[in-house]
């Protein structure tokens, strides 16, 4: 396997080690790496979702609620359960699918007093639509790892992120 070439976070560590020759920066390296990739595929991400007319947030709660399976409905709590986010940013996000006409809110029918979230028709379509686009976008984008180096990445990210969950 080749070397990789330099990039802008070498040059960052390099100036640090000039500057600071005492601190062990090389989790500096590990952390801009994250951002600076986390930045670039947000931007594909985005780019790809929004053909299909949602935001990583909207794209987030309908293919939340499209992998429960059928018919497709959670509750509130179960959905904030499944996201990293407050119950009141989830309440904003359902009220924005539900006027753009990807959600409806309905009665549970085994408790009457709360509702569930429902795609309807037309999130479903938008959904399978946009989850197909964003497999084939993460295909993409990671195209010139092997299967080998997507299993590494996979397991040493899944054993980084452990700390944290």
Do not use: C
């Not at 359960?81 to 119950?87: A, I, L, Q, R």
């Not at 924005?96 to 009457?112: H, I, M, S, T, Y």
């Not at 299993?151 to 990210?157: H, K, P, S």
């Amino acid at each position: 396997m080749g070397k990789t070439k330099e990039d802008h976070v070498d040059r960052i560590l390099a100036q640090w080690r000039r500057e600071r020759p005492e601190l062990d920066v090389e989790p500096m390296g590990i952390f801009g790496r994250l951002k600076r990739l986390t930045t670039h595929i947000g931007r594909e991400v985005e780019a790809v979702l929004l053909k299909h007319g949602l935001s990583t947030s909207a794209f987030d709660v309908l293919a939340t609620l499209r992998r429960s399976g059928s018919p497709y409905r959670l509750s509130p709590g179960e959905l904030l359960g499944m996201t990293m986010v407050s119950s009141g940013t989830m309440t904003n996000r359902i009220d924005q699918l539900e006027k753009a006409g990807f959600v409806e809110r309905l009665f549970n029918p085994e408790d009457r007093r709360s509702v569930l979230i429902a795609l309807t028709e037309k999130g479903l379509a938008t959904v399978e639509e946009a989850v197909g686009a964003h497999v084939a976008n993460q295909q993409r984008l990671t195209r010139n790892l092997t299967t080998e180096d997507k299993a590494e990445l996979d397991r040493l990210l899944k054993k980084f992120l452990s700390d944290f969950e």
